[in-house]
């Protein structure tokens, strides 16, 4: 059974509008995280979570915001779209120790016109 | 400002071939090094790590080398496998206080041809 679930699988937003990406994980993992993937940038880090109710910026969190109301759900919010999120996006979670694996999601495609 | 790069962007192999993946990174600091792999459609997954006080970790078909000197990793698959084609991300951190953060490199995209 998947450990990291995402959803939805895809999507298709309008410029300016709201979209919300969800995560659920049932590690028990302290720490969780939101990657975009861009050809030739590889994963990058746009929030993360250590807990309930924590979130804090990553290396590129311009445009998103980030919500975690429990443990095992972690959420990426891009308030007003813009077509340049368009983007596939890696939800993650580890129990936060230094040299801890992350375990990913599946990913969303998001398509943003 | 990309602290890991990777190298090639992509690479065609023959089965039976031995596939070499190199990184290089900026921060001293980084102390762990994994090498995460991604089929079409999923998500990455961990391959291999090694910290940086080892040189060399090998698991079956996959040996990763690292050379702190020179700030360099690499990754090698003997016997490469049409199984074996995905896109590889080598990765860095070091000790963030819980964080746990990872720098990845672009990525590498291999296919072995049968």
């Known amino acids: 059974e998947a450990a990291v679930t995402q959803s939805p699988r895809n999507k298709v937003a309008v410029t300016g509008g709201k979209v919300t990406l969800s995560c659920n994980q049932t590690n028990n993992h302290n720490n969780m995280y939101w990657y975009r993937q861009d050809t030739g940038h590889g994963l990058r880090l746009i929030h993360y979570s250590y807990g309930a109710g924590s979130t804090e910026k990553g290396d590129i969190p311009d445009g998103y915001k980030a919500s975690r109301p429990s443990q095992e759900n972690f959420s990426l919010i891009l308030e007003l779209a813009t077509p340049s999120q368009t983007s596939v996006y890696f939800c993650?979670?580890?129990?936060?120790?230094?040299?801890?694996?992350?375990?990913f999601g599946p990913g969303t495609r998001l398509l943003v016109l | 400002q990309q602290q890991v790069r990777q190298s090639p962007q992509s690479l065609t192999v023959w089965e039976g071939g031995t596939t070499v993946l190199t990184c290089s990174y900026e921060?001293?600091?980084?102390?762990?090094f994994p090498w995460y792999q991604q089929f079409p459609g999923e998500g990455p997954a961990l391959l291999i790590s090694i910290l940086s006080v080892s040189d060399k970790k090998e698991d079956g078909r996959f040996t990763t080398f690292f050379n702190k000197r020179e700030k360099k990793l690499s990754l090698h698959i003997i016997d490469s496998q049409p199984g074996d084609s995905a896109t590889y991300f080598c990765a860095a951190s070091g000790n963030q206080g819980g964080s746990a953060k990872l720098i990845f490199g672009e990525g590498t995209k291999l296919t072995v041809s049968s």
């Open positions: 993650a979670s580890g129990r936060g120790a230094n040299q801890d694996t992350q375990y």
């Open positions: 921060d001293s600091t980084f102390n762990y």
